[in-house]
């Protein structure tokens, strides 16, 4: 945020927290929300999954072996991490702090459990839960973006329902059916996070300091 005399006024970014069931388009909106919207941040996750077709190391995920995550894991490098259908997943800390702390907004892409635990040492974050528009889509999705074999599939649909039972947790939902009404949803709830008076003290210090955002002259 600038003031009238273009000077930029210090916000504290904000970390948003996406969740939501394997084949709910977290991943689309995601990256609709990235190239809409440069100034917010992604957090590249580590994981010890192997790489998908099409995905790159430094991209997609960090692609690591068992050990090197587990090495991240006991030096505290993690903000989060959680075994998520047969494996690791994790988020750099330094990352999100260092950019937090330089004013921008983060964006973390993570299971439930991950969120919970983000939730726990970081709860001025902002936590949004996407859903599918239903059962039957969701399974048309994961089967149609041909990733994962049959038995990751029944894996994944399993644990839907169980994971729904957690959407309580989170600040917000947003139903995926079109996904462009979906981004904006998101968009909106960013906006609105921006304007949350705990994010802008430096903007109400400078009006009761000055008493207005332009300076006299
Ligand atoms: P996928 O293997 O389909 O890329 O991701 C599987 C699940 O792992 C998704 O629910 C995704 O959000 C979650 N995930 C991805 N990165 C992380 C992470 O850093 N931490 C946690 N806890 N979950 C993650």
Redesign the pocket.
Known sequence: MKNKDGRKLRRQGALLVI??P?GAG??TICKALLRSSPAIHYSI???T?AKRAGEEHGV??WFLSEERFQEMRNKNELL???E??G?Y???PRRYVEEELAAGHDVI????I???MKVKHSFPQGVFIYILPPSFDELEHRIVTRGTDSESVIRKRLGCVKQELTCAKEYHYVVVNDIVETAVSQVKSIIEAEHCRISRNTAVIEQICTCGSLVNEK
């Open positions: 969740s939501g394997s977290k991943g996750s580590v994981t999954r997609n995920y989060e991490w959680a998520v259908y494996n997943y994790g988020t973390l892409e993570i299971d459990q991950g969120a």
